[in-house]
């Protein structure tokens, strides 16, 4: 039998796994720094749930898992952790508003499998519930800069709302405006020429695409691009939502009268995270604005929600690129010479100090040992022989230096727990 993954699945080895686990923990970290608190759902939701005319749309059904336990019962496996939060606060109507968490899970999506797209991929998403001041956007950006600053990654945030792209399709009169924005969304991906087509399948005239070409291109400022487009729609809520948010922000938000994202669910202010260095790859996150989706599960209720989603598909593969991944957390590695049973009691009060310890179990020769350790990049190594043993100390070799010292075992406890 030929073994294989599914597709569109991945195995994470070590040196995977740990910078995926770091990155967790830094993001954890910073959510915690922000007054967000954790959340976990199931990855099986009831499919009526994640078909809800209040959920994702029929873009995204078309690329949901759907199945049925004995029961008969149809489920499907959730495509993204929005849904499912709106679920949980409909259920749970008693939790105080507003509604802070974040969510680190698997979510999976039926869709073509492209080197950057795979099937069951992880997101890390917080939102804030219940909160319709724009201060809560101001936070969640705030957030995503923080992010992008701890990972030492130069990036832009897009900022647009999805009520200004609502006000430019009614201004130019198109029919089917939520089909056009969704074309509108892959400008970035296609090009102009290509969107130009794409619109003229969609049956719009060539003044109707002139138009919007030049509302979704325009050049400038932050200032000048707002001042534009409103020259032509006036009154506009959607501007002068992007102007309260804006003024909080430098050039590290950039307005994009382009950007759209594809879920239906957006209501306001949408942001996408863009790496400034395009060989690293493009968004890591992005998010927005859905004041209907939750108070529609919860009988129409008023629930305003914001929030945003990190890939850490997407983040890990930037990472590897700039960082040096480690093969192995441990820090120590013990080699018995021919005292093993001594090895296993220092290799506990090592690890009850907290110091990640690894040690030989196959009694193999010194260079084996050796050779072991620098495969697997362990920084530090301890000779447990008989004759350090009689002196009451452990030799202890910096891998990176080849410098060995005689220590006690304090010693080295403390040694390690400073290096």
């Given amino acids: 039998m030929q073994l294989r993954r599914a ?6 080895p070590p040196e995977k796994k740990i910078l995926r686990d770091e990155i967790v923990e830094t993001l954890k970290n910073i959510f915690e720094i922000y007054g967000f608190d954790p959340l976990e759902t199931p990855i099986l939701e009831l499919y009526s749930t994640l078909s809800s005319k209040y959920a994702g749309g029929s873009e995204i059904l078309k690329e949901t898992f759907k199945l ?3 029961g008969k019962r149809e489920l499907g496996l959730r495509y993204d952790l929005t849904v499912p939060l709106a679920r949980f606060i409909a259920m749970n109507p008693q939790i ?3 509604f802070k968490r974040y969510q680190i899970e698997k979510v999976f999506r039926d869709g073509p499998v492209t080197k950057a797209r795979i099937r069951e991929f992880w997101q890390c998403d917080v939102d804030i519930i219940g909160a319709k001041n724009l201060t809560a956007d101001i936070e969640i950006i705030q957030l995503a800069l923080q992010v992008m600053k701890e990972f030492k990654l130069k990036s832009k945030i897009k900022i647009n709302n999805r009520k200004l792209l609502n006000e430019i399709v009614n201004y130019i009169k198109i029919n089917n405006p939520d089909s056009v924005i969704l ?8 090009g102009k020429e290509n969107l130009e087509k794409e619109l003229k399948e969609k049956k719009l005239s060539d003044e109707q695409i002139k138009k919007l070409m030049s509302l979704i291109l325009v050049n400038g400022t932050n200032k000048q691009k707002l001042e534009k487009i409103e020259s032509k729609l006036k009154n506009s809520q959607g501007i002068n939502e992007l102007k309260q948010i804006l003024k909080f922000f430098k050039n590290e938000v950039e307005f994009d009268p382009s950007l759209a994202r594809g879920l239906s669910y957006y209501t306001g202010t949408i942001f996408e995270i863009i790496l400034k260095d395009k060989n690293l790859g493009c968004s890591v996150g992005g998010g927005g604005r859905y004041d209907n989706m939750i108070g529609s599960f919860s009988n129409n209720r008023n629930i305003p929600a914001v929030g945003i989603s990190f890939g850490l598909e997407p983040l890990t593969g930037v990472l590897q690129k700039i960082r040096k991944s480690k093969k192995t957390n441990a820090q120590v590695y013990l080699i018995p010479i021919n005292t093993l049973e001594k090895a296993i009691k220092i290799a506990k009060k090592l690890r009850d100090a907290k ?12 260079s084996k040992n050796l050779n072991y350790a620098n495969n697997k990049e362990i920084p530090y190594v301890i000779f447990v022989g008989e004759k350090e043993l009689r002196q009451k100390k452990l030799k202890l070799r910096d891998m990176k230096t080849g410098k060995e010292r005689l220590l006690t075992l304090n010693e080295a406890i403390k040694f390690l727990l400073k290096n």
Avoid: A, W
Avoid at 183 to 190: A, H, R, V, W
Avoid at 355 to 366: F, G, Q
């Fill in 7 to 12: 597709k569109g699945t991945e195995d994470f």
């Fill in 68 to 70: 049925k336990d004995q």
């Fill in 96 to 98: 105080s508003l507003p």
């Fill in 183 to 190: 074309s509108i969304d892959k400008l970035y991906k296609i």
């Fill in 355 to 366: 110091i990640k310890t690894d040690l030989d179990l196959n009694e193999r020769n010194i």
